[in-house]
């Protein structure tokens, strides 16, 4: 009987005790329970699967090598061409990129050479490869090992992170005229005009190609434009139109070869890798899965038979787009990555806060230019620099810290004009060339908030109420303006000023003072140089009121005109001579009063239809007696009016309407004095399914009842004209369940009879 297998013991049983770990690509995993699985029982040295095994494994589970080409970032024609470039079959992968191929999976040596040469499986001849445990410590984003300023990252860490093909060489297209060949390559020689011709030459290991009639050339290290020179002159000697212009050729790569070389250092997989002879320095170390925490950004060297031939600067490229010194590798290069040089961060009001490696040379001006220089917000009066104090000044106890304080100034102009110095300032601002030590924390401050500065603020009829900054010399005036001025029904004739004290001891937090203001504080003029304002009171002319200096933190309060609104709508529609909207003339005014501005009723106006709506606190309908209001005005029926009230008056209805659970829904003409039962049989009576204890009655003021019913004693509703009679449905019944109906009535007689024997057995 098969046992279930735990994923986390067969990964332990895929470890070799030799203190390596296996490197299993995602889909791999998979793949190496069902290894454990074979394996069970064995030795842990005897579970390393071998070649025979793993292509076992991989037929029978080619779905997973499928979904992987699929996450893998290329194409298929761009997978083809990186086969084609590394010497293989463009074909072999086509098993698995095509869902629609039959037939058992092919799994040869070849294809998973294929396979480990995509990264989708890591297989070398004698089983899997094995990876050193200390392969160098990756970040996780936003993590910095101890010693690193807070959580700052270090700038450029994350660059080669993830499963991207971001840094892989362009297979595709003709390689630039500084190409150089090498054992490996794959040209193709195409003769056009008196001769039409097609050669493929591969050149050989010993860097020399053969072509028919020509004879053999040596062209390794040559560069393609080196080559052709080389071509012209000996297709020459063969073919007489080359020299006479009717005989054309050209020359191309058909397929690339691949370079071994070495990726060492402070990369996360150091090692030695196979890439495509168009790789460059950068695609060496995203192979080698980037750079660690430790390394050296500034200067990465490639040797070449023994000697530096480069040395890239990864901030060239980041900061400024110069890959000039990313140089293409050639085979057998070493590319070496030193451990980390002076690292400085940098926080604050910077466009890019983060940890950035300072060169020797280099100064805090650079590092400011590196993050990006400063935020608009930036305070740029000091920096400060936080700096480690040397080991042979500090003192017992935690490693302390000291301050730098750089001052900034405006650059200072030379006589021609032009600003001192060879570098432009940074947003305005010159900085001292001070240099920078290893650890140095530097922040940018940010100017002060608002709430922590010296502010005024402004409250009540202003357009634009909140604090403002305060400066020396402000006024009362230029507060207001900043404020957009008073709002229509300020009274401009005094304002209040409240200022903090100067004696505090009797518990008080604030002077107040009335300040005076004129006309002049509206800031509007008419063309003859009039003040325009509200009608309302008469503000003190123009140039009256002195003018009022502020102090910080002083509070203006600019009041109301006392008792000053403006218009107020309310609303009258329906049966009026004119209806519309009026403006209420005083607080108070009454119903009756506006029925009369609008003119009255007409004859077709039904009075007791009337539906009065208040807007205020969203009160809605309210009951008016509109009749019993114009009989008697300012009566308890002649209501007051408030803003955004409405009336309607409809027109008179001489119908009542009758609907729902009555066999003949229709509108029974109104008949005065007639009750309810009366429209119901006019409506064909009440239909089966009525539930007659809860007919209701809506009329055209929009009240509604319903009938009523205590003891033997029943009230219903008189309807009037323009009503609406609505029966409602009962609900349906449910049928008996005789069956449960019986078992409840065989239970209830059960425990009768147990209650019964009970009490005639007790002594």
Same mark, same amino acid.
């Given at each position: 009987?098969?046992?279930?297998?735990?994923?986390?013991?067969?990964?332990?049983?895929?470890?070799?005790?030799?203190?390596?770990?296996?490197?299993?690509?995602?889909?791999?995993?998979?793949?190496?329970?069902?290894?454990?699985?074979?394996?069970?029982?064995?030795?842990?040295?005897?579970?390393?699967?071998?070649?025979?095994?793993?292509?076992?494994?991989?037929?029978?589970?080619?779905?997973?090598?499928?979904?992987?080409?699929?996450?893998?970032?290329?194409?298929?024609?761009?997978?083809?061409?990186?086969?084609?470039?590394?010497?293989?079959?463009?074909?072999?992968?086509?098993?698995?990129?095509?869902?629609?191929?039959?037939?058992?999976?092919?799994?040869?040596?070849?294809?998973?050479?294929? *396979?480990?040469?995509?990264?989708?499986?890591?297989?070398?001849?004698?089983?899997?490869?094995?990876?050193?445990?200390?392969?160098?410590?990756?970040?996780?984003?936003?993590?910095?090992?101890?010693?690193?300023?807070?959580?700052?990252?270090?700038?450029?860490?994350?660059?080669?992170?993830?499963?991207?093909?971001?840094?892989?060489?362009?297979?595709?297209?003709?390689?630039?005229?500084?190409?150089?060949?090498?054992?490996?390559?794959?040209?193709?020689?195409? *003769?056009?005009?008196?001769?039409?011709?097609?050669?493929?030459?591969?050149?050989?290991?010993?860097?020399?190609?053969?072509?028919?009639?020509?004879?053999?050339?040596?062209?390794?290290?040559?560069?393609?434009?080196? *080559?052709?020179?080389?071509?012209?002159?000996?297709?020459?000697?063969?073919?007489?139109?080359?020299?006479?212009?009717?005989?054309?050729?050209?020359?191309?790569?058909?397929?690339?070869?691949?370079?071994?070389?070495?990726?060492?250092?402070?990369?996360?997989?150091?090692?030695?890798?196979?890439?495509?002879?168009?790789?460059?320095?950068?695609?060496?170390?995203?192979?080698?899965?980037?750079?660690?925490?430790?390394?050296?950004?500034?200067?990465?060297?490639?040797?070449?038979?023994?000697?530096?031939? $480069?040395?890239?600067?990864?901030?060239?490229?980041?900061?400024?787009?110069?890959?000039?010194?990313?140089?293409?590798?050639?085979?057998?290069?070493?590319?070496?990555?030193?451990?980390?040089?002076?690292?400085?961060?940098?926080?604050?009001?910077?466009?890019?806060?983060?940890?950035?490696?300072?060169?020797?040379?280099?100064?805090?001006?650079?590092?400011?230019?590196?993050?990006?220089?400063?935020?608009?917000?930036?305070?740029?009066?000091?920096?400060?620099?936080?700096?480690?104090?040397?080991?042979?000044?500090?003192?017992?106890?935690?490693?302390?810290?000291?301050?730098?304080?750089?001052?900034?100034?405006?650059?200072?102009?030379?006589?021609?004009?032009?600003?001192?110095?060879?570098?432009?300032?940074?947003?305005?601002?010159?900085?001292?060339?001070?240099?920078?030590?290893?650890?140095?924390?530097?922040?940018?401050?940010?100017?002060?908030?608002?709430?922590?500065?010296?502010?005024?603020?402004?409250?009540?009829?202003?357009?634009?109420?909140?604090?403002?900054?305060?400066?020396?010399?402000?006024?009362?005036?230029?507060?207001?303006?900043?404020?957009?001025?008073?709002?229509?029904?300020?009274?401009?004739?005094?304002?209040?000023?409240?200022?903090?004290?100067?004696?505090?001891?009797?518990?008080?937090?604030?002077?107040?003072?009335?300040?005076?203001?004129?006309?002049?504080?509206?800031?509007?003029?008419?063309?003859?140089?009039?003040?325009?304002?509200?009608?309302?009171?008469?503000?003190?002319?123009?140039?009256?009121?002195?003018?009022?200096?502020?102090?910080?933190?002083?509070?203006?309060?600019?009041?109301?005109?006392?008792?000053?609104?403006?218009?107020?709508?309310?609303?009258?529609?329906?049966?009026?001579?004119?209806?519309?909207?009026?403006?209420?003339?005083?607080?108070?005014?009454?119903?009756?009063?506006?029925?009369?501005?609008?003119?009255?009723?007409?004859?077709?106006?039904?009075?007791?239809?009337?539906?009065?709506?208040?807007?205020?606190?969203?009160?809605?309908?309210?009951?008016?007696?509109?009749?019993?209001?114009?009989?008697?005005?300012?009566?308890?029926?002649?209501?007051?009016?408030?803003?955004?009230? $409405?009336?309607?008056?409809?027109?008179?209805?001489?119908?009542?309407?009758?609907?729902?659970?009555?066999?003949?829904?229709?509108?029974?003409?109104?008949?005065?004095?007639?009750?309810?039962?009366?429209?119901?049989?006019?409506?064909?009576?009440?239909?089966?399914?009525?539930?007659?204890?809860?007919?209701?009655?809506?009329?055209?003021?929009?009240?509604?009842?319903?009938?009523?019913?205590?003891?033997?004693?029943?009230?219903?509703?008189?309807?009037?004209?323009?009503?609406?009679?609505?029966?409602?449905?009962?609900?349906?019944?449910?049928?008996?369940?005789?069956? $449960?109906?019986?078992?409840?009535?065989?239970?209830?007689?059960?425990?009768?009879?147990?209650?019964?024997?009970?009490?005639?057995?007790?002594?």
């Amino acid at each position: 009987m098969e046992q279930p297998v735990n994923p986390r013991a067969a990964r332990r049983a895929l470890a070799p005790r030799c203190g390596a770990v296996l490197k299993l690509p995602a889909p791999a995993v998979a793949l190496a329970i069902l290894v454990a699985a074979l394996g069970a029982g064995k030795p842990a040295s005897a579970q390393i699967p071998s070649p025979t095994q793993v292509q076992q494994l991989i037929r029978q589970n080619s779905g997973l090598i499928r979904q992987r080409i699929q996450q893998y970032g290329l194409t298929q024609d761009q997978i083809r061409q990186r086969l084609q470039a590394a010497g293989l079959s463009p074909n072999l992968l086509d098993q698995f990129m095509d869902s629609t191929l039959t037939g058992p999976t092919q799994v040869s040596a070849e294809t998973m050479r294929a *396979l480990d040469l995509l990264g989708l499986w890591n297989v070398q001849a004698e089983g899997l490869e094995q990876v050193r445990v200390d392969t160098g410590l990756v970040v996780p984003r936003g993590v910095l090992p101890e010693g690193e300023t807070g959580a700052l990252r270090l700038f450029g860490l994350d660059l080669f992170r993830g499963r991207t093909t971001l840094f892989q060489p362009i297979l595709s297209g003709p390689v630039p005229p500084s190409y150089r060949l090498g054992p490996g390559d794959l040209l193709v020689l195409v *003769l056009t005009g008196d001769v039409e011709l097609v050669h493929e030459l591969a050149v050989s290991r010993e860097g020399s190609v053969l072509i028919p009639q020509v004879g053999q050339l040596f062209v390794s290290s040559l560069t393609m434009e080196q *080559l052709g020179s080389l071509l012209r002159e000996r297709l020459g000697r063969a073919y007489s139109g080359i020299r006479t212009g009717t005989t054309r050729f050209d020359v191309t790569i058909a397929r690339l070869r691949t370079n071994q070389v070495y990726v060492v250092g402070e990369v996360t997989q150091p090692g030695a890798y196979q890439l495509a002879s168009v790789a460059t320095v950068l695609n060496a170390i995203y192979a080698a899965g980037g750079l660690t925490e430790r390394a050296n950004f500034r200067e990465i060297t490639v040797r070449r038979r023994g000697e530096v031939v $480069s040395t890239l600067d990864l901030y060239d490229y980041l900061l400024r787009g110069d890959s000039k010194r990313d140089v293409i590798l050639e085979q057998g290069d070493v590319v070496f990555v030193p451990l980390r040089g002076i690292r400085a961060s940098i926080s604050g009001a910077v466009t890019r806060p983060a940890v950035y490696e300072i060169q020797p040379r280099e100064t805090l001006e650079d590092l400011i230019r590196a993050a990006g220089g400063f935020r608009p917000d930036a305070d740029l009066k000091r920096i400060a620099v936080h700096r480690l104090v040397p080991a042979a000044d500090r003192a017992p106890g935690p490693v302390p810290r000291a301050v730098v304080d750089v001052a900034l100034k405006a650059p200072a102009a030379s006589h021609d004009g032009a600003a001192d110095g060879t570098r432009d300032p940074v947003r305005g601002m010159a900085v001292p060339p001070l240099g920078l030590l290893d650890g140095d924390s530097v922040v940018v401050d940010s100017v002060t908030e608002p709430a922590v500065s010296l502010t005024v603020s402004v409250v009540g009829m202003v357009r634009k109420a909140g604090s403002y900054p305060w400066r020396e010399g402000m006024t009362l005036r230029d507060l207001v303006m900043l404020a957009r001025g008073p709002l229509v029904g300020a009274d401009l004739r005094e304002a209040e000023l409240a200022r903090l004290p100067q004696e505090r001891t009797g518990g008080q937090l604030a002077e107040v003072l009335r300040v005076p203001l004129d006309s002049s504080y509206l800031f509007e003029r008419e063309t003859g140089g009039q003040y325009l304002g509200a009608a309302g009171l008469s503000f003190p002319p123009a140039g009256s009121a002195p003018e009022v200096t502020l102090e910080p933190y002083d509070q203006v309060t600019i009041f109301r005109q006392p008792q000053f609104e403006l218009q107020q709508p309310v609303h009258v529609t329906g049966e009026v001579r004119t209806p519309g909207t009026y403006a209420l003339t005083r607080k108070g005014e009454r119903l009756s009063e506006l029925l009369k501005r609008a003119g009255g009723l007409l004859p077709t106006a039904y009075a007791e239809g009337a539906r009065f709506y208040r807007s205020r606190e969203s009160i809605g309908r309210v009951d008016v007696d509109l009749r019993r209001a114009l009989e008697r005005p300012e009566s308890a029926a002649d209501v007051n009016l408030q803003p955004g009230d $409405s009336l309607d008056v409809p027109v008179y209805l001489p119908t009542v309407r009758v609907e729902g659970a009555v066999n003949s829904p229709t509108s029974v003409l109104y008949r005065e004095g007639a009750g309810l039962d009366y429209y119901i049989d006019n409506a064909g009576g009440f239909a089966r399914n009525a539930d007659k204890g809860r007919v209701s009655v809506r009329y055209a003021n929009g009240s509604a009842r319903v009938t009523s019913k205590f003891l033997i004693f029943s009230s219903s509703p008189k309807p009037g004209p323009g009503s609406v009679v609505t029966v409602p449905a009962a609900p349906p019944s449910e049928p008996l369940n005789v069956t $449960s109906f019986l078992a409840s009535v065989a239970q209830i007689l059960a425990s009768t009879v147990a209650i019964v024997v009970l009490l005639t057995t007790r002594p």
